[in-house]
């Protein structure tokens, strides 16, 4: 079936790309290392360059040069990220996200599958 769904539409990549952006902030350490922290800048700076819509990375590199990354923590990084995604949907036309509910949005990473039963074998070692 997934061979057969075909590349993905700006908005599925923007989508996507999003979500895991928001959800690395959410689990971003409240005290980063300074490595972490040029990890931060470095992902956005590549994905300023990299994007897969031309038009949409030139726009971001734009919106990267006026609001620079802030990843000093956690609370800093996805408020900083919250902030430069509504520039994005204010330029679209989207409705702004209320930046206070970032981590209730993206908070916890969810764990959709059940643990899978240990087999029996292991259980009696
Ligand atoms: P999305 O904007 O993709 O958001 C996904 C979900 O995130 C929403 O459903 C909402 O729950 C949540 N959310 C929304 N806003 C925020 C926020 N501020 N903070 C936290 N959570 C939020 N498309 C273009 O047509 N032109 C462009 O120039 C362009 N530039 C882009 C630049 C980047 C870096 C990225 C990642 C995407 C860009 N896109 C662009 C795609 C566009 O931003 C949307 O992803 C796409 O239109 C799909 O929109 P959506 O309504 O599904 O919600």
């Not at 700076?45 to 919106?63: N, Q, T, W």
Request: charged share 25%; hydrophobic share 40%.
């Amino acid at each position: 079936k997934d061979a057969k769904a075909g590349p993905l539409t700006r908005e599925e990549v923007g989508r996507a790309t999003w979500m895991l952006l928001h959800t690395i902030a959410a689990q971003f350490p409240d005290e980063p290392t300074r490595q972490q922290k040029r990890d931060a800048k470095e992902l956005m700076a590549i994905i300023s360059r990299l994007y897969p819509c031309k038009e949409c990375a030139g726009h971001f590199k734009e919106v990267l040069k006026a609001n620079p990354v802030q990843a000093g923590s956690q609370a800093e990084f996805s408020q900083w990220l919250c902030y430069v995604h509504n520039v994005v949907n204010r330029s679209l036309g989207k409705p702004i996200f209320p930046c206070q509910r970032v981590n209730a949005r993206w908070g916890e990473m969810k764990r959709k599958m059940k643990m899978k039963r240990l087999p029996l074998l292991v259980l009696l070692v």
